[in-house]
């Protein structure tokens, strides 16, 4: 079946800006993460949802990140008056439940000029 | 401290025969598991090998094996008859049983198969 979808898969824009970065999981999966990955780095956790709910989003590291995942499939995470230091690409992966091997959607490159 | 330690930043390998990545990590949960992920050019993460922590064997999936020694904390990776395609980034990460479900990645190795 499909894997992990991830739109855009390039993103520029301005500094001050607001985006929005989709993830479309493997059908069926119950378990949703966002991870972000710099350049020359390992990924990072942001956040986990179980279903609808952030089940942890210890990782956001400030109230300008934000993501939502309404109806417990499709999840949107959303940046905030863009700064260059979220520059990154910004990495989707799905469980099919908690627990279970995470597998991780192409990413969206974020560049905040 | 680092949780997962990769130590070699860049390796080569002569196409067809086998190469060893480390891993050490960090951990005082009883309850983990251990990941391996290929990351080539295209920048996907692709899931290779899984070891559990209660695990008496160490896990192979085709040419992947891990090479677990609990007692030293590693969890290395050991690719046999590399191929060309086997050029990428190698990353490993760990999940602790009572920190959620949240993935945390070593640094990643480059690997370079030479034909």
């Known amino acids: 079946g499909a894997g992990v979808s991830q739109t855009p898969s390039n993103k520029v824009t301005e500094k001050g800006k607001y985006v929005e970065l989709r993830c479309d999981p493997i059908?069926?999966?119950?378990?949703l993460y966002w991870y972000r990955q710099s350049l020359g780095q390992g990924p990072e956790f942001l956040i986990y949802?179980?279903?609808?709910?952030?089940?942890?989003d210890s990782g956001l590291p400030n109230d300008r990140f934000f993501a939502v995942r309404p109806e417990g499939s499709v999840s949107t995470l959303k940046i905030q008056r863009t700064e260059r230091g979220d520059s990154a690409v910004y990495l989707c992966?799905?469980?099919?439940?908690?627990?279970?091997?995470?597998?991780f959607g192409p990413g969206t490159r974020l560049t905040v000029l | 401290a680092q949780k997962i330690t990769q130590t070699q930043p860049g390796m080569f390998v002569q196409e067809k025969e086998a190469v060893t990545l480390d891993c050490t990590y960090d951990?005082?949960?009883?309850?983990?598991?251990l990941f391996w992920y290929k990351q080539p050019s295209s920048g996907e993460m692709i899931f290779l090998i899984y070891?559990?922590?209660?695990?008496?064997q160490n896990a192979t999936e085709g040419r992947y094996s891990l090479n677990f020694q609990k007692a030293r904390k590693s969890a290395n990776l050991v690719i046999s008859a590399s191929q060309l395609g086997d050029s990428a980034m190698y990353f490993c990460?760990?999940?602790?049983?009572?920190?959620?479900?949240?993935?945390?990645f070593g640094g990643g190795t480059r690997l370079m198969v030479k034909p």
């Open positions: 992966a799905s469980s099919s439940s908690r627990g279970d091997t995470q597998y």
């Open positions: 059908s069926g999966h119950t378990a």
């Open positions: 949802f179980q279903g609808t709910g952030a089940a942890d």
């Open positions: 951990t005082s949960d009883p309850s983990y598991g």
């Open positions: 070891q559990g922590s209660y695990d008496q």
């Open positions: 990460a760990m999940r602790e049983g009572n920190a959620g479900n949240m993935l945390t």
